[in-house]
């Protein structure tokens, strides 16, 4: 199975600040990568697919970027509402698997 | 309203079986592949299984031979039936549907699953 290691595993910033979390395959997926947020108690939500495409309704501070091995997720400026768990997923095997998640809270 | 529900969680002993159910609305299901993804209590999300269109399956290697997906187009419905169950399947179960570049672009609100004696 191909293995996503995500970090990091936790990061503390503060309202306005730009954050970039990172992705990493154990082996080339192309750009079959997404990312996810995910609250406390709730259902995840789908933020970018295929590495870079914004899903429609997410705002547009939020960016991704990468190909092969290696992908980041990037919030510009962060807003209150975006203090949450970050996950990357790939799509390029049919045995689809999950980053371990990075929580991102307030500092 | 584009929606998934899930429904059929509980506590069930260790070996014991469950069928969870997800009912879609608000789209045309039967185009659509559909997953199930678990969440372990503080752990990070798990795929456990994918059904096609037409009905083809695969499972993770954790839940291989234990747990069945299957789905009825004619009730907008896809369910997971879960056999010998085992503490380590304890989570909270989402379903999902998938788009056709394979990522999880709906999911509902989960239902629990506690694997306990």
């Known amino acids: 199975d191909i293995q996503l290691t995500q970090s990091p595993s936790s990061l503390s910033a503060s309202v306005g600040d730009r954050v970039t979390i990172t992705c990493r395959a154990s082996q080339s997926i192309s750009n079959y990568l997404n990312w996810y947020q995910q609250k406390p108690g709730k259902a995840p939500k789908l933020l970018i697919y295929?590495?870079?495409s914004l899903q429609s309704g997410v705002p547009s501070r939020f960016s991704g970027s990468g190909s092969g091995t290696d992908f980041t997720l990037t919030i510009s400026s962060l807003q209150p509402e975006d203090f949450a768990t970050y996950s990357c997923q790939q799509s390029y095997s049919t045995f689809y698997t999950f980053g371990q998640g990075t929580k991102l809270e307030i500092k | 309203e584009v929606q998934l529900v899930e429904s059929g969680g509980g506590l069930v002993q260790p070996g014991g079986s469950l069928r969870l159910s997800c009912a879609a609305s608000?789209?045309?299901?039967?185009?659509?592949?559909m997953s199930w993804v678990r969440q372990a209590p503080g752990k990070g999300l798990e795929w456990v299984s994918r059904i096609s269109g037409s009905g083809d399956s695969t499972y993770a290697d954790s839940v291989q031979g234990r747990f069945t997906i299957s789905r009825d187009n004619s009730k907008n419905t896809v369910y997971l039936q879960m056999n010998s169950l085992r503490a380590e399947d304890t989570a909270a179960y989402y379903c999902?549907?998938?788009?056709?570049?394979?990522?999880?672009?709906?999911w509902g609100r989960g239902t629990l699953v506690t694997v306990s004696s």
């Open positions: 295929g590495a870079s």
């Open positions: 608000g789209f045309t299901f039967s185009s659509y592949a």
């Open positions: 999902a549907s998938m788009s056709t570049s394979w990522y999880f672009d709906l």
